[in-house]
């Protein structure tokens, strides 16, 4: 894995702080995934092994939509309500209210984090750079995201391309680093992106917009120097 080191506007007291990216990532795809189950030496054949994993998540799905959270050893899949209540007597109402999904690492997926051996590279120009967020639902810059309001981020390398699995922009929230992903964005630049806040718990987010060249395989990926209030 690598990673360059960019400034920090996350702190104030050290005008030299830096904060840690990881650049070129290498995205790997469920047919990669495939081909290394079913490779020489292994007994499984692929027909059957994308069938087990289609009804895995098949079930799991089932689970969600029966109302259920599912952990095992690697992942831990769990519901939310987004949205305000105006007082106790309020109860959920689908066009106020919401319910998000989020899946989290479990310790078996976490552990594999400590074989990563990250190599420092210097920083790549060609890395999408946000650097202004303007929240339509506020009317401010910089400050709050607003649930099903528009977004408009400005910046440079931006555009998103859909060829590589895994593109797109993600919201980070501060507190548990749950990650949801935004719908495909309306304007799609290299300076500007349009797209609709998804449904977020109340906290703080950063940005992270990753993305490809225009041919290009190799995962880039930009963060938010500062956090987004949603109220």
């Known amino acids: 894995m690598e990673y360059s080191l960019y400034d920090c506007m996350l702190t104030k007291d050290n005008p030299h702080d830096k904060l840690g990216k990881v650049t070129n990532q290498k995205p790997r795809g469920f047919k990669k995934l495939l081909d290394d189950l079913t490779g020489p030496g292994s007994i499984l054949k692929e027909t059957e092994s994308k069938a087990v994993i289609d009804k895995y998540w098949e079930t799991i799905t089932q689970y969600v939509s029966e109302g259920y959270a599912y952990h095992d050893d690697y992942i831990s899949v769990n519901l939310d309500i987004a949205g305000v ?45 946000i650097q202004k967020v303007y929240d339509w639902g506020t009317e401010k810059i910089d400050e709050f995201l607003t649930p099903g309001a528009a977004l408009e981020i400005e910046g440079k390398a931006l555009k998103i391309y859909e060829d590589v699995d895994g593109q797109g922009v993600f919201f980070i929230n501060k507190a548990d680093g749950v990650e949801t992903k935004g719908s495909m964005p ?12 998804p449904a977020l718990n109340p906290g703080e987010y950063r940005i992270e917009i990753r993305n490809t060249t225009r041919f290009g395989k190799s995962m880039r990926i930009g963060i938010s120097t500062a956090y987004y209030t949603v109220q």
């Open 186 to 197: 309306k304007l799609n630049e290299p300076k500007k992106l349009s797209l609709k806040v």
């Open 85 to 129: 209540f105006e007082d106790e007597n309020d109860r959920f109402d689908p066009s106020r209210h919401s319910i998000n999904v989020s899946i989290v690492p479990c310790n078996n997926l976490k552990a594999a984090t400590q074989n990563i051996k990250p190599t420092y590279v210097e920083p790549n120009n060609e890395i999408p750079v």
